[in-house]
């Protein structure tokens, strides 16, 4: 004969710790962090011009000394914090074409094979998007760029067998 189940109730802890009922939150701590973001969001395209100019910094670099193994790591990190912030300041467009970049960037073999063209297209659309005030996915303009992007980044690394899932 089979043994009988046993249902054990383990006490809901949560409850206590964010304050009373569960999902209730502070409406005025919302609307302090509210406007805290808002104030912030004044600085974000700064900041975000700001780390466009580290890209463009070891882009020049890399036209001057050639692409080597420490200013290609260079750049994939730059890219890499684009990737991050784009959306956060505003920007998604920035995200998506600086997540390509990464896919050609995030390994040393990659580097060593990128091609500088694609990796300047990337950084040229960039350039754009924040010229254009593009902020979102479905503008004809941003669309057309971030697919064509992403397609010959597809190409380069089924090319040379790079594709990873």
């Known amino acids: ?10 006490p809901n802890t949560l409850r206590a710790k964010v304050g009373g009922r569960l999902g209730a939150l502070d409406n005025e701590a919302i609307a302090k962090a509210e406007a805290a973001l808002a104030d912030l969001s004044t600085h974000f395209e700064t900041w975000l011009m700001d780390e466009i100019k580290k890209l463009e910094d070891v882009q020049l670099v890399i036209k001057e000394e050639g692409l080597n193994p420490i200013n290609a790591d260079q750049l994939f990190y730059r890219a890499h914090d684009l990737k991050g912030l784009g959306t956060t ?3 998604p467009l920035i ?5 390509s970049l990464c896919k050609v960037l995030d ?22 998007v ?7 996915e479905d503008h004809p303009v941003g669309k057309v760029l971030t697919e064509t992007l992403e397609a010959r980044v597809k190409e380069h690394l ?3 067998n790079l594709m990873t899932t």
């Open 1 to 10: 004969m089979p043994e009988k189940a046993q249902i054990i109730q383990v």
């Open 89 to 91: 300041y505003g920007f």
């Open 95 to 99: 995200t998506r074409i600086s997540g």
């Open 107 to 128: 390994e040393e073999d990659k580097r060593a094979i990128a091609p500088w063209k694609l990796v300047e297209a990337h950084m040229d659309a960039i350039r754009a």
């Open 130 to 136: 924040v010229r254009g005030q593009i902020k979102t």
């Open 158 to 160: 089924e090319a040379h």
